[in-house]
């Protein structure tokens, strides 16, 4: 079964960075996205950025574009995906999750059947 591990969260003030990681392992499928996730309290969930696992292409919600920037490093069974978080606003904060979906041609809206366990970020003003 796949899974994955969030890590890297953590307090920052507003215009700082962070970089969060993600280890994914167990895939038995060979085309896949994992995609980072946020949900603030009181808030719904929200897709922050995806990248395919075929060619490493990436999709970044709007709120995002140009400030973060999600990348992978494949080992022989293990991906490690990052998610580069410059110029970081108070609404950045949230709790971040990793999740990996098959690829069934939907590209990052593929349904991700397999979560982390969420990262905190706190941005400060």
């Known amino acids: 079964e796949v899974q994955l591990q969030a890590s890297g969260g953590g307090l920052v003030q507003a215009g700082g960075s962070l970089r969060l990681s993600c280890t994914a392992s167990g895939f038995t499928f060979d085309d896949y996205f994992i995609g980072w996730f946020r949900q603030a309290p009181g808030k719904g969930r929200e897709g922050v950025s995806c990248i395919s696992s075929s060619d490493g292409s990436t999709v970044y919600a709007d709120s995002v574009k140009g400030r973060f920037t999600m990348s992978s490093d494949n080992a022989k069974n293990t991906v490690t995906v990052y998610l580069q978080m410059n110029s970081l606003k108070p609404e950045d904060t949230s709790a971040y999750y990793c999740?990996?979906?098959?690829?069934?041609?939907?590209?990052?809206?593929?349904?991700?059947?397999?979560w982390g366990q969420g990262t905190q970020v706190t941005v400060s003003s």
């Open positions: 999740a990996a979906g098959r690829d069934y041609g939907l590209g990052c809206r593929t349904p991700y059947d397999y």
